[in-house]
């Protein structure tokens, strides 16, 4: 049988990888809507700028943060979560 603080224990880790998860979805949404909305162009008759031979609201609104959200997902499951063990190694044997 499992003792309620090793469960506490691991329900705390998985709620706070959750709402860091959260955090980190919520940050890249909110940079590309919010970025895209202001500086993607809607159809306008002048030249967008250019950077790296694309228009400069891509590299900015949907490379930077998709490359930022990748590296930070790799950190997250290399260095921030963490595997709690449910049951005794001892119990199953």
Do not use: C
Request: glycine share 8%; no cysteine.
């Amino acid at each position: 049988m499992q003792k309620p603080e090793e469960l506490g224990k691991s329900f705390r880790q998985s709620k706070r990888e959750f709402w860091v998860m959260v955090g980190i979805w919520t940050f890249f949404a909110i940079w590309t809507v919010v970025y895209n909305g202001f500086f993607a162009d809607g159809g306008s008759a002048e030249d967008p700028e250019i950077l790296f031979g694309m228009p400069k609201w891509v590299i900015i609104g949907v490379a930077v943060p998709w490359v930022l959200a990748v590296s930070t997902t790799i950190w997250f499951a290399m260095g921030f979560m963490k595997d709690t063990p449910l049951s005794n190694e001892e119990e199953t044997e």
